[in-house]
């Protein structure tokens, strides 16, 4: 026990004054007898010095020492230390390198079991919990009591992209912020599989890493695009495969378009290197699907599956104006059947349509290609930059761009639209954007080729070449039915890096300075008590 006001002890005077009173003049009590008369003419006989006897230990006094003696403990203010209610955040990485098997049974199930064990220490009613789950966005998956949150904790699964710790740590801030009578703690329950994340600024707690990584024994297909031969007799696969380990491999790689075998080689790569090969293919082969047959830790990227220039015809429909620009690209691509329209009403249902330059209120059905849209569109309003990303360099939407060409581009619009999400972007706006809007996959790209001479250049048939291919990847049944997960190329270096400092914590004085409970009122409750039976006790003596 600690005073908090060691100079209210001194108050404990005040008992032993109320003794001395006693000791001195002791407590008269009321005799009634028949008469005084017959003492009044008694002579007073000297009793010589004054003796003062103790005074009897009586209940009346006993209470009254009580009751100062607790009154000037009260003055003290005493404390207790005690544990205090506590607010823990949990955050789970959920980047695709979680998916990792060499630790059993994954990187992300282990990271969830230890969350389950930090869980199942608290106490059930007294602490507070929150669940984050860090993937492509830092999101909020539970807020409660430590049995509450359990089933938020039980559902998150590890996605297919980076993780966005320092956001994930921005917000189990802000949640702590909200409870300043507790103590705040943040886990973080990761593979450590990541660059050192931006500075996310001071932190109301406190940040507790929780590794559960393993070793970089991976190997992927990094890319997989398909082109066709100038002649337009043949394509060919150009293929890069990664090795993130230390030491080199020997890998066997699998080609098969449409579900037949193609090629099979031995790939012999060093360690921390890339392997780069093409394959040639047949021109009416349409499905192309990439597979290493060895054994790794990851496997999701072991596997990439795209849609060749070659294969049935597919009908497009250009809405607006086509410039000469656009012609091009669209014819160089020789599965699509080109035809140009004022509007899309009257017209056949194509399987892919092209806007230039108009956005109708009736949108067309199937996957759309929104090029150089008015800006005035109410579809296109927007704020920021979305989720932040202005560049995606993995998206299948800029294989083989050279980005430099791309990024001296004005966009027509500054904000993101919230059905969008931004592939490539400057600091003036998007370029270029994927969603779906009104349920139909969409992708926009905001500028107009003509005026920067773009269209003249190489990197324009090559982005229409993958815009098309990308949409009508997304309708094509064979892709719906038999379509691989593809994780982030710059995941699959799934080797744990050394964290420094995550964020720094607050001063002491910006947190809640839990662990002392005062226990001055309840002295001051028996007190009162007190005071109240001596009271009693002085009515009943008369």
């Known amino acids: 026990m600690t005073f908090l006001l060691p100079l ?19 407590s008269r009590r009321r005799i009634r007898v028949p008469a005084l008369f017959l003492w009044a003419d008694l002579p007073q006989a000297s009793t010589g010095r004054t003796r003062h006897k103790l005074p009897p230990f009586s209940l009346l006094l ?6 100062a003696s607790l009154a000037a403990l009260a003055l003290a203010r005493p404390t207790t230390s ?28 282990a990271a969830r079991a230890r969350a389950v064990e930090r869980l199942n220490a608290l106490r059930p009613v007294e602490d507070l919990v929150t669940v984050i789950r860090a993937g492509r966005e830092a999101t909020l998956l ?87 031969d100038p002649s337009g007799r043949g394509q060919t696969a150009f293929i890069e495969v990664a090795n993130a380990a230390d030491h080199a491999v020997r890998m066997p790689l699998r080609l098969t ?25 047949p021109t009416d082969a349409h499905r192309i699907l990439a597979k290493l047959l060895g054994h790794d830790a990851l496997a999701l990227d072991d596997t990439f599956e795209v849609l060749a220039p070659g294969g049935p015809p597919r009908d497009v429909l250009v809405v607006g104006r086509m410039s000469d620009g656009l012609r091009r690209a669209l014819e160089a691509v020789p599965s699509l059947r080109v035809r140009t329209a004022t509007s899309t009403a009257d017209q056949p249902q194509p399987d892919l349509t092209v806007l230039q330059g108009t956005l109708p209120t009736l949108l067309p059905l199937g996957p759309l290609v929104l090029l150089n849209p008015p800006a005035s569109s109410g579809r296109l309003l927007g704020v920021g930059l979305g989720n932040g990303a202005r560049v995606q360099p993995s998206h299948p939407l800029l ?9 001296n581009e004005t966009p027509s619009v500054s904000g993101v639209p919230a059905w969008a ?51 009508l990847s997304q309708t094509d049944p064979q ?55 001596e009271w009693v006790v002085y009515a009943r003596r008369g």
């Open 399 to 407: 294989a083989g761009l050279d980005l430099a060409a791309l990024q």
């Open 257 to 281: 378009a449409d579900g037949a075998p193609i090629d099979e080689r031995q790939l012999d790569i060093g360690g921390r290197s890339q392997a780069r090969l093409s394959i040639p293919l």
């Open 82 to 109: 005690s544990d205090p209610p506590r607010h823990v955040v949990l955050i789970l990485d959920a980047s695709a390198s979680k998916q990792a098997t060499d630790v059993n049974p994954s990187r992300f199930e």
């Open 421 to 471: 999400r931004v592939v490539l972007g400057t600091l003036q706006g998007p370029l270029i954007m994927e969603g779906k809007l009104e349920g139909r996959p969409v992708i926009a790209l905001t500028f107009d080729p003509a005026v920067s001479g773009l269209e003249k250049s190489l990197a324009f048939p090559l982005l229409v070449g993958n815009a098309t291919s990308y949409l």
């Open 8 to 26: 209210g002890l001194l108050a404990v005077a005040i008992p032993v004054a109320i003794y001395v009173i006693h000791w001195l003049f002791g």
């Open 142 to 228: 539970g807020r409660g009591a430590p049995d509450t949150v359990r089933g938020a904790l039980s559902v998150a699964q590890p996605g297919l992209t980076t993780s966005a710790i320092a956001d994930a740590l921005s917000l189990a801030s802000g949640q702590i912020d909200t409870t300043p009578d507790r103590q705040g703690v943040i886990v973080l329950f990761t593979d450590g599989a990541f660059p050192q994340p931006a500075s996310s600024g001071p932190l109301a707690a406190a940040v507790e890493v929780s590794a559960t990584g393993g070793g970089g024994e991976n190997q992927a297909i990094s890319s997989l695009v398909i082109r066709m």
């Open 479 to 533: 892709m719906a039915t038999g379509a691989t997960q593809r994780v982030d190329a710059n995941q699959s270096d799934i080797a744990p890096r050394p964290l420094g400092p995550l964020a720094t914590t607050r001063s002491a004085t910006d947190t809640a300075t839990a662990g002392n409970a005062e226990r001055w009122p309840w002295l001051l409750a028996v007190v009162l008590a007190l005071l109240g039976a």
């Open 62 to 67: 006993l209470l009254q020492l009580l009751a």
